[in-house]
């Protein structure tokens, strides 16, 4: 693969090169006939008036032609920008040659045929092929095989009207028959071009029928698809508790819960048993769709370690949930190795402290008690299948009023933003909040949003994110 490329650029670069170097060869071989014929016409008349005539104009026109076509040879495989500036520098100075001929032939000066001859050598042979070349590559991707044809009959067709026209100016023989050849030419170049084109057209108007057929049923798709997800929004949204029943028992308490999706992988989920308040921040494999799924099955397996087999300690919570999770999967007969990392904690009254009770899959609970940050690390194993799985450990603590607690799952921290468009990481997430551990349950949340959409900025966002402090 890699050897036939590089022939084939070897190729190309070879024929470039050759075009070049033959259009200047071909301009050193006719500046010097072009040098010698002028010198014999003037120095060496005896010799000059010896040559034929028609032998000598022969000649002469050959001279013009391989002088004025080395350009566009040299000229021929230029950039687009390069040949345009060629094109119209050399049309320019024929355009001004054949006015000085026009006007020496008005005026009777010497020198006149010359003029018009050497200005429509020049055009026809240095500026119409870069012409016809430009066209060319404008058209080549509208029509078939007929573009290259077509061109070359417009070439052929404007050489003879020019040439014709400088016959039947200088009164030469075969004018007008190559006059009116080229307007023939010229015309059925036209008339193809035409039949082309609407061809080409009605072709097109049919293509974007298709394309427009195609695109309303790809809409038609895409807001059935649109309207499914909504809907299982709401399913989803049902399943999450709402913030009065969270704020009846831990009144002090905010939720930043930012999905990625229009469905979420990530979800917050609370329960009471009794005098026990149960909250937790969990985040299940994936996000959108996948994710949601995984979440429903996670949380129903949350409410059935609770309500159906009675459980009230973290820990066992955990270990049943993921008996119940793994129960679930198995059953569809295929290795699926989706579950959920979570931060589960109960909240007991106990006099005029509080009794918390913590266990977590993969994700750690952060607690500042007494304007003092501790952290208390979770069991590296998800709520599904691992490889060596162990008992979840519960975490007991006492603590006073004021104290803070936070539950979060990993969206926030691997959020990329910032200047450098890395990581906002854990470090930066503690001392953020850390610095607002005084602030209201609002004024926390306010400012755990603000900041992540400033970090984020324009990019977008990788994960879902669900972040719960609670203030006791």
Known sequence: MYIFEFQTNNFKSMSTLSLNTLGKILLTISLICFL??????????????EIPKVTGFVMLLGTLFGLFSSISMIYLKSGLQKRKRVIRTVSIIALFMLLCGAFSKFMHWAGASIEII?????????????????????????????????????????????IGFLFKFQHWPYGSVMLYTGIIMLISSFILWNISFRKEV???????????VTLHEVEEKQREITDSISYAKRIQQALIPPMSFIHKFLPGTFVYYQPK?????????????????????????????????????????????????????????????????????IKGGEDIKDGMDISLASFTKAGSQTEVVWAGANNPLWYIQNGTFHEIKANKQPIGKSDFPTPFTSHRLLLNRGDQLFLFTDGYADQFGGE???????????DLLTSIRNHTPQAQLDTVKSVMDTWKGPLEQVDDICVIGITL
């Open 118 to 162: 050497l200005a429509i050598f020049l055009f026809v042979c240095g500026a119409l092929p870069l012409i016809i070349i430009d066209r060319y590559e404008k058209r080549k991707g509208l029509l078939t095989g007929r573009v290259i044809l077509l061109n070359i009959l417009d070439l052929a067709a404007v050489f003879c009207i020019c």
């Open 36 to 49: 010698a014929f002028g010198g014999c016409a003037i120095f060496a008349e005896e010799i000059f008036a």
């Open 202 to 212: 009605k072709l097109r108007a049919q293509v974007e029928e298709k394309l427009r």
């Open 420 to 430: 450098k468009g890395k990581k906002f990481r854990y470090r930066q997430m503690e």
């Open 261 to 329: 999706d229009i469905v979420a992988g990530d979800f917050y989920w609370a329960e009471a048993v009794e005098d026990t308040f149960l909250i937790a921040a969990a985040d299940c494999t994936g996000h959108g769709v996948p994710g949601a799924m995984v979440s429903v099955v996670c949380s129903n397996a949350l409410n059935r370690s609770i309500k159906e087999f009675g459980l009230e300690d973290p820990g066992l919570i955990l270990d049943k949930t993921r008996e119940l999770v793994l129960e679930t999967f």
